[in-house]
């Protein structure tokens, strides 16, 4: 298990070196000026010159490069090109709302499926079964920001019981408040994410119910509800745990579209005007956090799933 | 694990059953009390008004945090403000300004003139991104005889001095860290910026002036209209500064709850053509494009009942406007004869290179549909607003484009043949330069207004219309203004009822 | 009830496996016929606006008119053209680059083998919306621009599933016996590869192309998708948005026929995967 832990965070590690070098690589290699974002429409040719020195577009890629690769080594995201103002308070900032948004979604979005799969899959011919299965196709396909778009007319532009967007001045001063704003987010976030979770559970379970260790397990004696709890969880949960690490680390980037939805002051609304603006300390700094977070999660999945079942040959990446 | 969810899930249902009895907690006791919440789409990207901070800076802190000499007032007069009075020079090239008395910036310290002096050197320096640095070329020297007045020197004539200083925010010269923060003199000081979400003025209780009407105001920042106006609609905001699109009016305009008011603005959509280039560079071919295209029906697609038609750059609030809408008037015959004269009787083709943001795109649908008729194949070229940049504006590579000029009196721009639409009238750009210089403001009006005819007889642009300024309120709140002037909101009227 | 439980027998993935792809052959067949009508006839001119702005349902406009006056039933149908082209297209693209990849990886040696799945598993992290909004953004918003993003954020997917594929089917024996005998790769992986991981790939490419069309609808919602005049389902539902109270039916209608395709295609690859592995009839 250690040599496994020390490999996997080597991978954890250079994968995360390459994936910063190839952004930042990919974004120089792109066409667009990001100092014409700073310009008027009347902006005079020694505004243009200014423009372009405050953006550091007129030194080499190379050069750049470096001077952003030493910074990181010292946990220092640079300043955007825009606004001048530091990259990493402002990501801090942010993370206050993206990241509970995510989790509580991704909760919420787990307790739903993992009830709505195994009925689904445990009551297959039954109509509430059969009515699961047809709202888990149909959730699918619904774009996220047709849902929240849905939501905010319902529940706030109707009903009034909600706030139709925006996150409070003070952040989690006021745990209620800032509750009340992401109550609509998150249960957006968790219908939609949770349409293609519980056809995994759903499809997980009947693997499990259908297998073979269980028939035996009855066989010799066990209930079946007993057979389903002991053996049944833990087989069904391996291939459930790396589906989740994705499905975690895609509601983690996939809040741009719901934060743009509902006007939330987080990760993913700081990312569409960075690149709208072509603000590339910005978008390395987004990227940044997210990369870590995704490969993190990746990781705690890699091991959860050996720590469930150290009988698994994980290779070092993780999927093999 | 399982734990986590338990909690995460009875917040999720606290949540909700708070938000089931929760409403609108306003805690205004008196109107002096009240919080106004103020709903926008411009969030600043800082607050450095000479460093991209955009027109988001602006609408909040002009006239709300800093003050200039001279004001621009909701109406688009110029009166003084930190200038108690002024004297000119008879060859009208010094100005010697003196100041109020007892003007104290929000850090405490007392106005002075060496702050002046420091704020309009500030604008005029070599890296200074001001986009109003090009206005005071004519400066020669500034100096402060003593704490309360300030001489400036000009090196020629320019009527549009005092007007041009009301763009100076007159900031404490010792400040610093102007990105996050603020050191103005005006009657609100900066309580909080939330990046990406607000921003929070509160009264400054020393303020030399009447005092604002309203203990507190927060600009509210959305990305999307449609969640601006919900706001509105559930009352999580009580003004919108700027309405970007009539869709959501019908849902205010018949409801007693609110105020829809139009307003004057200055944003003119302008379709605008490379005059160096053929077919462009014929009055004739300009002038055919002009009648061919119905105004009239394109501003009510897109505004529906709001909005102007204007007939030249000249918005109605500037002091040199003239109804000039009958000089190219929409007439697809008169087009065809146009289209002949210039010497395409069997039209042609050409490419407009249209921002790939609204309304933009929609214009450029309609201006394709309308010249179809009379023969004009248009090719839209959606690009980046990075890319009109790069293409459009700095190597004026292009054929006709489609932009907004949000400024007032921006028409002075057809004086320079440099600039990207390439118009060169020698006349015009004469007129321009003596409008600058005249001695008193009716010969630069009449000046102007010669240049405004002028324009509108070449057809230099189509001028397409003017955007309509919609401030839309609760019924609850006076006082606000309700023309979009250069952005800028004044806030410290507003008053709750 | 009873009724309502038949009728949702045929949409739901329960024991008659066959009326799935039935129902997604239905399904998806209505908008390409619509497509191909679109092809030949339109109630009007996609650019004609002579309607009056935001005109309710009529026989003149059967669903009504936009803010420009412009007939919705004519941009429907020109959506369904570029929908089916943009999930084609990138589904295209991804296919073309994934299996291309995949089978490198699953025949290189096994470090470069090893350094393509931890490149492909960095990519798949990041789900096919963001990489798409980082290409359009830097690409200026194009319908080539939006195909070719969404191909190549979903290639990662299809790589990482060829070489799975492709690995279980170089282990079997036959295969091994070809090439010992001399046959060389090209002719395995025609010959033997592509035939057999093709079934369970096809699923998947299928499931892709639902992906396809919800990406480009959120990338437009987000101003990044197609420009007019490219009237894609995405960008009539972000325009048809700041009128959803006033006029409905601009916003439902796409929203509809979207949704209507993506269950299609998902239903349709539901149907294959029982063809392709009848032993799992009955899962997911």
Same mark, same amino acid.
């Given at each position: ?18 994936? *910063? *070098? ?27 010159? !200014? ?40 990501? !801090? ?10 989790? *509580? !979604? ?58 139709? @967007? ?44 259908? @297998? ?109 | ?15 909700? &059953?708070?938000?089931?009895?929760? =409403? ?160 103005? =003199? ?108 119905? =105004? =009239? ?41 146009? &289209?002949?004269?210039?010497?395409? +009787? ?12 609204? +309304? ?41 484009? &489609? ?95 | ?17 066959? %009326? ?20 030949? %006839? ?19 406009? %059967? ?121 060389? %790769? ?99």
């Amino acid at each position: 298990m250690t040599s496994y832990l020390l490999r996997r965070s080597a991978f954890l590690l250079v994968s995360f070196v390459i994936a *910063m *070098m190839a952004i930042f690589v990919l974004l120089r290699l792109l066409p667009g000026d990001p100092s014409n974002a700073l310009l008027s429409v009347t902006a005079t040719p020694e505004q243009i010159a !200014a423009a372009q020195a405050q953006v550091g577009a007129d030194r080499p890629v190379l050069e750049q490069f470096l001077a952003w690769f030493a910074q990181l080594t010292r946990f220092d995201l640079g300043e955007s090109f825009i606004s001048s103002l530091p990259v990493w308070p402002e990501i !801090a900032a942010r993370l206050t709302v993206t990241v509970p948004l995510t989790l *509580m !979604a991704f909760a919420l979005a787990l307790v739903i499926s993992l009830v709505a799969g195994v009925v689904a899959a445990i009551k297959a011919d039954r109509w509430y079964g059969i009515l699961i299965s047809a709202i888990s196709q149909l959730g699918v396909a619904v774009p996220v920001f047709w849902v929240g778009i849905l939501m905010v007319s319902v529940f706030s532009v109707g009903l009034r019981w909600l706030p139709s @967007s925006g996150f409070p001045r003070d952040d989690w001063a006021d745990p209620a408040d800032a509750l009340r704003s992401l109550t609509l987010p998150v249960i957006t976030v968790a219908l939609v994410m949770s349409a293609s979770l519980t056809r995994y559970v759903r499809s997980a379970t009947l693997d499990v119910v259908g @297998s073979d260790y269980l028939r035996s397990a009855r066989a010799q004696g066990s209930g079946y509800t007993e057979a389903l709890w002991r053996h049944g969880l833990r087989n069904g949960a391996v291939p459930v745990i790396s589906i989740l690490g994705i499905e975690l680390a895609t509601t983690f980037l996939g809040a741009v579209v719901v934060e743009s939805v509902f006007g939330l002051p987080g990760l993913g609304s700081m990312l569409l005007k960075a690149i709208e603006q072509h603000d590339y300390p910005n978008i390395q700094g987004v990227l940044f956090v997210s990369t870590l977070v995704v490969l993190v999660i990746g990781f705690l999945a890699d091991v959860a799933q050996r720590l469930i079942d150290p009988r698994l040959r994980v290779s070092i990446s993780g999927n093999r | 694990m399982k734990k986590h969810i338990g909690f995460v899930a009875l917040g999720l249902a606290a949540s909700l &059953l708070l938000a089931g009895c929760a =409403t609108g907690a306003d805690s205004s006791s008196s109107a002096a009390d009240a919080t106004i919440e103020i709903g926008s789409l411009y969030e600043p990207s800082n607050l450095s008004n000479f460093g991209g901070g955009g027109q988001g800076v602006t609408e909040a802190f002009n006239g709300n945090v800093y003050e200039g000499l001279y004001q621009l007032t909701d109406d688009g007069s110029v009166e003084p403000l930190l200038a108690e009075s002024n004297t000119v020079s008879d060859d009208g090239l010094t100005y010697t300004f003196s100041l109020q008395d007892g003007v104290t910036f929000h850090s405490g310290k007392a106005l002075t003139s060496t702050d002046v002096k420091a704020s309009i050197e500030a604008v005029l320096s070599d890296d200074s991104q001001s986009a109003r640095k090009s206005s005071f070329g004519a400066i020669t020297s500034i100096e402060t005889p003593d704490e309360s007045t300030v001489v400036v020197t000009l090196a020629e004539r320019s009527i549009s001095f005092i007007y041009n200083l009301s763009y100076i925010w007159i900031i404490n010269a010792d400040a610093t860290d102007l990105e996050t923060t603020e050191d103005g =003199t005006g009657p609100y000081v900066l309580d909080e910026w939330k990046r990406g979400s607000s921003l929070a003025l509160t009264r400054f209780d020393d303020y030399w002036g009447d005092a604002a009407a309203n203990a507190e105001v927060v600009f509210n920042y959305f990305t999307d209209a449609t969640a601006l106006s919900n706001a509105l609609l559930t009352g999580e905001v009580d003004i919108v500064t700027s309405v970007q699109s009539p869709d959501a009016l019908s849902q205010f305009s018949d409801n007693a709850d609110y105020v829809v008011n139009d307003g004057d603005s200055t944003t003119k959509e302008i379709l605008v053509f490379n005059d160096r280039v053929a077919p462009f560079d014929n009055v004739d071919v300009r002038k055919a494009i002009y009648s061919a295209i119905d =105004t =009239t029906k394109l501003l009510n697609s897109i505004w529906g009942d709001y909005g102007t038609l204007i007939g030249s750059m000249v918005p109605p609030t500037d002091p040199w406007y003239e109804d000039l809408t009958e000089v190219n008037p929409y007439d697809p015959d008169l087009a065809k004869q146009l &289209l002949a004269s210039g010497g395409q +009787p069997d039209g042609f083709e050409f490419t407009l290179d249209t921002p790939s943001y609204d +309304p933009h795109p929609v214009v450029a649908e309609f201006v394709k549909s309308e010249l179809a008729k009379v023969g004009i194949t248009v090719n839209i070229n959606t690009i980046s607003a990075d890319e009109w940049y790069t293409k459009v504006y700095k190597a004026q590579d292009f054929t006709a484009t &489609l932009q907004e000029h949000v400024n007032d009196r921006d028409v002075v721009w057809y004086g320079n043949p440099d600039f990207y639409w390439g118009y060169n009238n020698p006349d015009v750009t004469q007129w321009v330069a003596e409008a600058e210089a005249s001695a008193t403001t009716d010969e630069q009006t009449a000046k102007l207004k010669q240049v405004n005819e002028q324009i509108a007889q070449d057809a230099a642009s189509v001028w397409l219309y003017l955007y309509p300024q919609i401030v839309v309120a609760s019924s609850d709140v006076s006082g606000y203004p309700v023309n979009g002037l250069n952005s800028q909101f004044y806030a410290y009227d507003i008053a709750l009822k | 009830m009873s009724a309502v439980v038949s009728a949702l027998a045929v949409v739901a993935p329960a024991r008659r496996r066959s %009326w799935t792809l039935v129902a997604g052959l239905v399904l998806v067949g209505a908008v390409v016929l619509v497509a191909v009508i679109s092809l030949v %006839w339109l109630p009007y001119a996609p650019a004609d606006t002579t309607g009056t702005r935001l005109e309710g349902p009529s026989l003149a406009h %059967w669903i009504g008119t936009d803010k420009l006056g412009r007939d919705l039933a004519t941009q429907l149908m020109s959506g369904a053209r570029i929908a089916l082209l943009v999930g084609l297209s990138s589904v295209a693209v991804g296919a073309v680059i994934g299996i291309t990849v995949g089978l490198v990886a699953a025949f290189a040696e096994s470090w470069l083998d090893d350094s393509i799945s931890a490149a492909l598993d960095v990519v798949i992290a990041f789900p096919v919306l963001l990489l798409a909004m980082l290409i359009v953004a830097a690409q200026g918003a194009s319908l080539g621009s939006v195909i070719v993003a969404i191909g190549l954020a979903m290639s990662a997917v299809v790589a990482r599933l060829t070489r799975v594929l492709t690995k279980r089917v170089l282990g079997e024996q036959y295969v091994t016996a070809a090439r010992t005998s001399g046959t060389r %790769w090209p002719g395995i992986v025609a010959r033997h590869i592509l035939p057999n991981i093709w079934p369970t790939l096809s699923v998947n490419l299928a499931l892709q192309f639902g992906v396809a069309v919800l990406a480009e609808a959120s990338l437009s919602y987000l101003g990044l998708g197609a420009p007019p005049p490219n009237a894609s389902w995405g960008r009539l539902l972000q325009e048809a948005q700041g009128t959803v109270v006033t006029a409905p039916l601009g916003a439902i209608a796409p929203g509809i026929a979207l949704i209507m395709l993506v269950i299609g295609v998902n239903f349709i690859a539901d149907g294959l995967r029982d063809v392709a592995d009848p032993a799992r009839k009955g899962r997911r």
